[in-house]
């Protein structure tokens, strides 16, 4: 059996859970999220073993990162997998409707699927489900919570101006 490691990052937005094996991160859970759990016994605390992704994602929430570089592994079915390989082709500070993803995964017709895809996935903010809104432009379900979906989107477009957190020259 492969090792899994895990460590506890402080954020912002609260703890963040990371889960990583020799293939790369495989999730990042939120503290209080919907579909959270605890690390399984076999697993193994190491905070050396995840600070590649620590590492990155602090540097996201200080405002110098805006794209990821990290190994990843998630885990889904294969329509689960390009509808998160998309997510991170999502740019910094901009979002899309449910209905351009599944038009850029090309089934257009599958918007529910996508935005079940969309719920599950391991990797929120490195796969930055946070982007994706509703067609009408509000925010709709986030794992993390839409107090938290809120808070990523207002410091992404505060970077992306200038402006992190309002305290511009």
Same mark, same amino acid.
């Given at each position: 059996?492969?090792?899994?490691?895990?460590?506890?990052?402080?954020?912002?937005?609260?703890?963040?859970?990371?889960?990583?094996?020799?293939?790369?991160?495989?999730?990042?859970?939120?503290?209080?999220?919907?579909?959270?759990? !605890?690390? =399984?016994?076999?697993?193994?605390?190491? #905070?050396?073993? /995840?600070?590649?992704? @620590? +590492?990155?994602?602090?540097?996201?929430?200080?405002?110098?990162?805006?794209?990821?570089?990290?190994?990843?592994?998630?885990?889904?079915?294969?329509?689960?997998?390009?509808?998160?390989?998309?997510?991170?082709?999502?740019?910094?500070?901009?979002?899309?409707?449910?209905?351009?993803?599944?038009?850029?995964?090309?089934?257009?017709?599958?918007?529910?699927?996508? !935005?079940? =895809?969309?719920?599950?996935?391991?990797? #929120?903010?490195? /796969?930055?489900?946070? @982007? +994706?809104?509703?067609?009408?432009?509000?925010?709709?379900?986030?794992?993390?919570?839409?107090?938290?979906?809120?808070?990523?989107?207002?410091?992404?477009?505060?970077?992306?101006?200038?402006?992190?957190?309002?305290?511009?020259?």
């Amino acid at each position: 059996m492969d090792t899994i490691w895990y460590d506890n990052l402080p954020t912002p937005i609260g703890h963040l859970r990371l889960v990583a094996d020799e293939l790369g991160l495989r999730e990042v859970w939120f503290e209080t999220g919907r579909h959270r759990r !605890g690390p =399984a016994p076999s697993w193994v605390h190491s #905070p050396q073993a /995840l600070a590649f992704a @620590r +590492v990155q994602l602090e540097e996201y929430f200080a405002g110098t990162r805006q794209v990821f570089d990290l190994p990843l592994h998630p885990l889904g079915t294969p329509f689960q997998l390009a509808v998160w390989q998309e997510l991170a082709r999502i740019p910094y500070g901009t979002t899309i409707s449910y209905g351009d993803l599944a038009r850029r995964i090309g089934q257009p017709q599958a918007m529910r699927a996508v !935005g079940a =895809a969309n719920g599950r996935n391991p990797l #929120p903010i490195v /796969l930055p489900c946070h @982007r +994706v809104i509703g067609a009408n432009g509000s925010l709709t379900g986030f794992g993390g919570g839409l107090p938290t979906k809120r808070f990523l989107l207002a410091m992404e477009d505060g970077v992306s101006r200038g402006d992190l957190f309002g305290l511009a020259n």
